[in-house]
């Protein structure tokens, strides 16, 4: 079963370094589809970024990058200049396959980013 | 705003009650999606519609629950006969294409007594 990991309840980062929130994902499809999103006390999901598993450069959406090491099936999100709007939950999820070319997303139990002034 | 909105934020019931939340997705998106997040837990998907038609329903629907989207508009999530463990945050997305972009709004709190 697909299964995605994040290991880190909480993370505390000075504002404007760098700080990555780590993702491990199990699934033994070929195709899949792997998402960042946060989530901030209002409580709305917001998509931060989106590598597939034939992807061969790493995705990168101004500030965030994804680093997609796909032996180890590792998907860890990279915040440079961290800022203090970037508190809040972040949640790393894999599209679940097959799913008939929609979204069903399966997500790990988050990570709560700190960011200090 | 032309965002994914939901309704009400937040519903405070007592157990056994029914309760009905809303979803208006964003108005040219063909796909909604119903997810269910529990305290400290990320969100599980519950429920997917392609214009009215819904498409999977998932094991967490017990018979309690029912989703509808007539007319391929907005959704309504019925929770019938609520029980504590119903106590959680519903979310509801849509999405364009098969495969894009979810836009979740910003949930519904649900609290059962």
């Known amino acids: 079963a697909q299964k995605i990991t994040q290991t880190q309840p909480g993370m505390f980062v000075q504002e404007k370094e760098a700080v990555t929130l780590d993702c491990t994902y199990d699934?033994?499809?070929?195709?899949?589809?792997l998402f960042w999103y946060k989530q901030p006390s209002s409580g709305e999901m917001i998509f931060l970024i989106y590598?597939?598993?034939?992807?061969?450069q790493n995705a990168t959406e101004g500030r965030y990058s994804l680093n997609f090491q796909k032996a180890r099936k590792s998907a860890n999100l990279v915040i440079s200049a961290s800022q203090l709007g970037d508190s809040a939950m972040y949640f790393c999820?894999?599209?679940?396959?097959?799913?008939?070319?929609?979204?069903?997303?399966?997500f790990g139990a988050g990570t709560r980013l700190a960011v200090h002034p | 705003d032309t965002g994914v909105s939901q309704d009400p934020r937040h519903k405070i019931t007592k157990r056994g009650q029914n309760v009905t939340f809303r979803c208006d997705p964003i108005?040219?998106?063909?796909?909604l999606y119903w997810y269910r997040q529990t305290l400290g837990q990320g969100p599980e998907f519950l429920t997917y519609?392609?214009?009215?038609?819904?498409?999977?329903k998932s094991r967490l629907l017990s018979d309690r629950f029912s989703a509808e989207r007539p007319k391929g508009s907005f959704s309504t999530l019925e929770i019938q006969r609520t029980e504590q463990g119903d106590s959680a945050m519903y979310l509801c997305?849509?999405?364009?294409?098969?495969?894009?972009?979810?836009?979740f709004g910003e949930g519904s709190r649900l609290t059962v007594l």
């Open positions: 519609f392609q214009n009215e038609a819904q498409l999977e």
């Open positions: 108005s040219e998106h063909n796909r």
């Open positions: 699934t033994s499809d070929q195709s899949y589809g």
């Open positions: 999820a894999m599209r679940e396959p097959p799913s008939g070319g929609y979204n069903k997303l399966i």
């Open positions: 997305a849509s999405s364009a294409g098969g495969t894009g972009e979810l836009f």
């Open positions: 590598q597939g598993s034939y992807d061969e």
